[in-house]
């Protein structure tokens, strides 16, 4: 394979996601203000050094690294993200927040291992898929494993509880399986078991029926609704300019978690209909542009790796957005380049860089 330098749109794409995120990141924490300066300081510190600079060198490092060596250790990458995954649930190690189980206290920084287990079981997924992708068609090598990969995934990341994390893995998942040459019966089989799993779902656990209840009664606003009816206001009240930058009022006090999950809110109320669209476009090129590198990788295992990361960042960005809009049920995921969230934002640094390194070796 010849190499060739990164595609430069794509990275293009990114350095103008991070760098609006970074204007509209630091513009959200100072809703923080209200809580004391040094909760501010701490944020955007972090934010900066363990995200930014951290991602950043992932990144670059990341992208010098033959992706084809993921391949060969696609199992212990697998498994260990899976051994990470299953600490939080190790008293004196997870952490609790908010009423879910999320992440590992190491007691100088914290971080989300779920984010890691997306990763690992991409990268599992594109090397049993790239293997077998001539018996695809095939139950035991086609949806019986991938069943076996979802129901792992759904154990450790539902039990957090962590649904949004869990839909995002499934979404890479599906679109690598679509990619691969699935049967149009396995996907109608998967859609089924999907349908059954929500159900499941919605009597087992009164946390998830409630938000899908405040989904479909616009009007119910109380309890779990309150961070929907505020991202509403915030978004309302930006127009088609917007407030401006850093004149947003619903960060103070009113909006939740408004330099993480809300951000796009916060985004939407200080540059209004126009900035946000622009946004939401940034994210569509990076979508378009990543999965054509991905039709454009030199092998199969790279094509599919390259569209099940680009689907994981782009699904959780945009089931955020459409949270934030009531368009979608209310998750919880933070908006990827943006959202305070130092664990994700690294993790997806390294696929960006992942996805860069695939493109040096593009078919022209």
Not at 253 to 264: K, M, Q, R, T, Y
């Amino acid at each position: 394979m010849h190499k060739q330098p990164v595609d430069r749109l794509f990275l293009g794409i990114v350095l103008t996601l991070l760098i609006a995120g970074l204007f509209v990141f630091v513009s959200a924490a100072m809703g923080s203000l209200t809580r004391g300066e040094s909760l501010f300081n701490n944020i955007v510190i972090g934010q900066v050094v363990f995200g930014f600079l951290g991602g950043g060198c992932a990144l670059a490092l990341v992208s010098r690294i033959k992706y084809s060596l993921l391949r060969k250790h696609a199992l212990a990458i697998l498994a260990f993200t899976i051994f990470l995954t299953a600490l939080v649930f190790v008293p004196g190690v997870g952490m609790e927040h908010g009423g879910a189980t999320r992440w590992i206290d190491l007691k100088f920084i914290t971080f989300q291992p779920g984010e890691l287990l997306k990763f690992g079981l991409v990268v599992y997924l594109a090397a049993w898929l790239s293997l077998f992708h001539r018996r695809i068609r095939s139950p035991y090598f086609g949806i019986v494993p991938l069943v076996v990969f979802f129901l792992i995934a759904a154990v450790l990341l539902l039990a957090q509880p962590d649904f949004g994390t869990f839909a995002i893995a499934m979404a890479a998942g599906v679109a690598m399986f679509i990619t691969a040459g699935a049967a149009m019966r396995d996907l109608l089989l998967l859609g089924l078991i999907g349908l059954i799993a929500f159900a499941g779902m919605a009597i087992s656990r009164p946390y998830f029926l409630e938000r899908i209840s405040t989904f479909l009664h616009h009007d119910d606003f109380q309890g779990s609704g309150y961070q929907v009816r505020q991202a509403l206001i915030a978004v309302g009240s930006g127009g088609l300019l917007g407030r401006g930058f850093g004149q947003s009022v619903q960060k103070f006090n009113f909006l939740p978690e408004a330099h993480g999950d809300s951000v796009f809110a916060v985004a939407a109320e200080e540059f209004g209909f126009w900035g946000t669209t622009l946004l939401v476009l940034l994210y569509l090129l990076f979508a378009l542009r990543g999965l054509w590198i991905g039709a454009h990788a030199p092998d199969m295992f790279g094509g599919l790796l390259a569209i099940g990361l680009v689907t994981l960042i782009t699904a959780q960005s945009f089931i955020n957005i459409g949270s934030m809009l009531n368009l979608l049920p209310l998750t919880g995921v933070p908006l990827i380049f943006i959202s305070h969230g130092g664990t994700a934002l690294l993790v997806a640094m390294a696929e960006v860089g992942i996805i860069l390194n695939i493109s040096r070796y593009r078919e022209t």
